[in-house]
């Protein structure tokens, strides 16, 4: 389960942000009102920080605050999506269907991360 969330990070930061900018990543920082390069530019940027997300997610694993930071941050990105670009919603593979199981997967990371810590006190 652990590994799930840390992999998806590390995918979604890597395949439609750096090796190919998606177009729906392109309409969400366009509706920004960026221009085309400026929103390469924080798409990308983005995908690194995901990435970056991801490695810190797995070598810090253990850690609470972290896992709140990423359930924190995909309720952030969600919401976005919902005042940004709304129609989204109701695409495949949209952020409903990919945020909602990651925060779902992130809650249970967070209680054994509780169960674990209680062990050892």
């Known amino acids: ?5 840390i992999w998806v990070s590390i995918i979604h930061g890597f395949f439609p942000k750096l090796y190919h900018i998606a177009p729906l990543e392109k309409l969400m920082t366009g ?7 400026v929103s390469d530019l924080i798409t990308r ?3 690194v920080g995901e990435i970056i997300f991801g490695v810190c997610l797995f070598v810090f694993y253990k850690n609470k605050y972290l896992v709140i930071l990423n359930i924190l941050a995909l309720i952030g990105l969600l919401l976005a999506v919902v005042v940004m670009q709304p129609q989204l919603l109701i695409e495949a593979f949209n952020p409903v269907t990919t945020n909602l199981p990651l925060i779902g997967l992130s809650v249970i990371w967070l209680k054994e991360i509780k169960q674990l ?3 050892y006190l």
């Open 31 to 37: 509706s920004a009102g960026f221009s085309a390069e």
């Open 1 to 5: 389960m652990v590994q799930i969330v």
């Open 117 to 119: 810590n209680n062990r």
């Open 45 to 47: 940027s983005a995908g």
